[in-house]
């Protein structure tokens, strides 16, 4: 994996491919990028805080239930569309792997790092959003890398093992379609964890991805520094899973160019 900084110019010209492929022959071309989370952000707001009335315990704010499911749902969308996106890459990109003599954890890292500038982006239109609904953000928000850094990590690790699981198993991309359903609604991201009942609540403390999410939303929402019950057991769980997918992936990528 540290070879790879070898190779950051050739990934950073990946990344602009995949997003300048997305918006080719459109009229405002990336402009999109910037249009969408709005635009989508905008739908969250007028259907949670004005339809729906929906509220946080204690709290009869009409748009802060908005944000908080935004400062959640934010991560969240690129986590998922990454993985899913990542566990496609090897197989999409199989004449390179085939034909040209670098690495292939390349395909994973360079789709993940394309949906993390969708990240970014759609992170500074809801801080535009946080400042005129809310005022100046907390301070904390400088400390926002370290919940990407995290997610990066996380989200890699299960990048490199679904992507290589797609190279022996086709079926990989459509299984994880499924599961991310299930995951997101087992996941505190349309509700708080306080709607679950104590008696089942540690299934949630066992989901990586509550901890991840809580993290985002101690800086973005709460305008606090991360809970350590929260930021410990994430960093663990990131460094633990990025360390055996690593394993993982460099003992089966040796079959990738004999299989696609």
Same mark, same amino acid.
């Given at each position: 994996m540290l070879a790879l900084y070898n190779y950051r110019g050739l990934i950073w010209n990946f990344v602009k491919r995949d997003i300048s492929s997305k918006y080719v022959g459109s009229l405002l071309g990336f402009y999109w990028s910037v249009i969408n989370p709005i635009i989508m952000l905008l739908v969250y707001f007028v259907v949670f805080g004005l339809f729906l009335k929906a509220r946080l315990p204690g709290n009869d704010s009409v748009w802060d239930f908005a944000l908080y499911f935004s400062a959640g749902f934010l991560p969240w969308a690129a986590f998922s569309e990454s993985v899913m996106r990542a566990s496609r890459s090897i197989v999409d990109n199989k004449n390179y792997i085939k034909k040209v003599p670098f690495p292939s954890e390349i395909f994973p890292v360079y789709t993940i790092l394309s949906e993390f500038v969708n990240l970014l982006i759609g992170l500074a239109i809801f801080m535009v959003l946080f400042v005129i609904l809310k005022g100046m953000p907390s301070i904390y928000i400088v400390l926002l890398p370290i919940?990407? $850094? =995290?997610?990066?990590? +996380?989200?890699?690790?299960?990048?490199?093992?679904?992507?290589?699981? %797609?190279?022996?198993?086709?079926?990989?991309?459509? $299984? =994880?379609?499924?599961? +991310?359903?299930?995951?997101?609604?087992?996941?505190?991201?349309?509700? %708080?964890i306080n709607v679950i009942p104590e008696s089942?609540?540690?299934?949630?403390?066992?989901n990586p991805a509550y901890y991840m999410l809580e993290i985002y939303r101690a800086m973005l929402f709460y305008g606090r520094f991360p809970e350590l019950d929260k930021l410990l057991p994430f960093l663990m769980f990131s460094i633990i899973f990025l360390f055996f997918s690593i394993i993982i992936f460099q003992k089966t990528k040796r079959g990738f160019s004999e299989l696609l």
């Amino acid at each position: 994996m540290l070879a790879l900084y070898n190779y950051r110019g050739l990934i950073w010209n990946f990344v602009k491919r995949d997003i300048s492929s997305k918006y080719v022959g459109s009229l405002l071309g990336f402009y999109w990028s910037v249009i969408n989370p709005i635009i989508m952000l905008l739908v969250y707001f007028v259907v949670f805080g004005l339809f729906l009335k929906a509220r946080l315990p204690g709290n009869d704010s009409v748009w802060d239930f908005a944000l908080y499911f935004s400062a959640g749902f934010l991560p969240w969308a690129a986590f998922s569309e990454s993985v899913m996106r990542a566990s496609r890459s090897i197989v999409d990109n199989k004449n390179y792997i085939k034909k040209v003599p670098f690495p292939s954890e390349i395909f994973p890292v360079y789709t993940i790092l394309s949906e993390f500038v969708n990240l970014l982006i759609g992170l500074a239109i809801f801080m535009v959003l946080f400042v005129i609904l809310k005022g100046m953000p907390s301070i904390y928000i400088v400390l926002l890398p370290i919940g990407i $850094i =995290l997610q990066m990590m +996380f989200t890699l690790s299960l990048s490199l093992v679904f992507s290589s699981a %797609t190279v022996f198993f086709r079926d990989t991309p459509q $299984i =994880l379609g499924s599961l +991310f359903m299930i995951w997101f609604w087992g996941t505190p991201i349309v509700y %708080t964890i306080n709607v679950i009942p104590e008696s089942v609540r540690w299934i949630a403390y066992l989901n990586p991805a509550y901890y991840m999410l809580e993290i985002y939303r101690a800086m973005l929402f709460y305008g606090r520094f991360p809970e350590l019950d929260k930021l410990l057991p994430f960093l663990m769980f990131s460094i633990i899973f990025l360390f055996f997918s690593i394993i993982i992936f460099q003992k089966t990528k040796r079959g990738f160019s004999e299989l696609l």
